[in-house]
């Protein structure tokens, strides 16, 4: 028992002096408490030992995880230039402009000027009739239609010209992309510029197109219920007497 108990004040001491080195100063414990502080701490060093140990383990399996996704050099700067190695590869390897849908040829072929091989004069597709004003009406009304069909089919030619127009840019700018590399900032910069505005000359045609087609179906769409008005009026006995009214008619109806 004896030794036991010397044992203890030994322990008791070395821990006073160990604090002491640490903190400056040596622990005032009550002397009652004195061994469960001491068991206390000596169970919290312990338990400190298992923390660093499991943070050691915790913070390998991080740093692992770090080099995996940092560059051959290690840093992340290097990991920026192994992805822009990457990036270059893939664009000069894979990104090609896709091929333009072919165009028709042979009797698939449409003429930019004139929508048939049989071409027809005015005259000859709107015949004159009765020298009446009904009959002068409804002829230029068919004349009219015949050049609405066809400026709208003319128009329809110009666009699909321009489209090619368009592609052709396109690809040139996207081949003078890919011979750049990720580092030249400004040529990279001015080429996007050059798409972005490209893309919106494109859209800016679409609208341009289906805006204007959307106006020649008006256009053709009117003078189909002037000519409808219009026989329909001499059906009804009226004569040519109220083509005005007639006309007006139509329009605010339409």
Known sequence: MASQATRNRKTALNFDHAWARMFGNAPVLPKAN???????????????????????VNDSKTQ???DDRLGKDGTVTGQLKDINTKLNMSRRQSDQTPAMVAEPTGDEKLDKTKPGATVMSLESLCVKGADTQLAKHQLELCQEMAKTELAKYRFSMRMFERSKENYDRLKQIQDRRRQLSATDYANLEYNTNELLALTALMDNDRDRYQTYMAAYDARVQHIQNTQIALTRNALKGGGSGGLSGILSGAASAF
Request: charged share 15%; aromatic share 8%; no cysteine.
């Open 34 to 56: 004195r061994w469960i502080v001491l068991s206390l701490a000596i169970a919290s060093l312990m338990g400190a030992g298992v923390a660093m140990a499991a943070w050691e």
């Open 64 to 66: 692992r995880k770090l």
